[in-house]
């Protein structure tokens, strides 16, 4: 999306790229040329209504959340990227914090316990699920995400929240 647009809106000007030597002392000028050059880049790529549009995929902790108010088709397919990506870049059975990161705790919980709850099986996945659960049982080590649980447990917290108690959560 931002070729496109870069491409329907040309460059007001083709300002030079400035370098600086490893200890060259930084001139007012050399600032406000690359200022100049950053305006003129983001301005060619920004839409006509003002938000930049762009891909933000890669980051595998914002997914998981989306499951339970997605249709079946979308669940399907949502299931289909995390497979993907576990499969691909993590022959150890677990997920990362993005696509391209090894595995971690905090990544491999969170996309195995959403792949459960929207009812993959615990041999589901064609031994994907039993993968990610030995990668859990194996390292053990916990990373508290404050930032993002915090907010919105507080607010389930105040809120006196209970899900129901299925087979799946049991299990």
């Known amino acids: ?92 059975g677990g997920w990362g914090l993005h696509i391209e990161g090894p595995s971690t705790m905090f990544g491999t919980v969170l996309n195995y316990v959403s792949l459960r709850l929207i009812g993959e099986g615990a041999e589901g996945g064609e031994g994907a699920i039993e993968k990610a659960r030995e990668w859990i049982l194996e390292h053990g080590r916990i990373w508290c995400h404050c930032r993002m649980v915090h907010l919105p447990m507080s607010f389930l917290y105040g809120k006196k929240f209970v899900g129901p108690i299925t087979p799946t959560i049991l299990s």
Request: proline letters at 4%.
């Open 1 to 92: 999306m931002r070729i496109q647009f870069a491409e329907e809106k040309q460059s007001v000007t083709n300002l030079p790229q400035t370098k600086l030597e490893e200890f060259e002392d930084v001139k007012e000028e050399a600032v406000m040329t690359t200022l100049r050059s950053a305006l003129d880049f983001y301005s060619t790529i920004q839409a006509d209504d003002g938000h930049w549009p762009g891909d933000y995929g890669g980051p595998m902790f914002l997914l998981p959340g989306l499951k339970t108010v997605l249709s079946k088709e979308h669940q399907y397919k949502i299931c289909r990227y995390l497979y993907n990506h576990q499969a691909s870049n993590n022959k150890d």
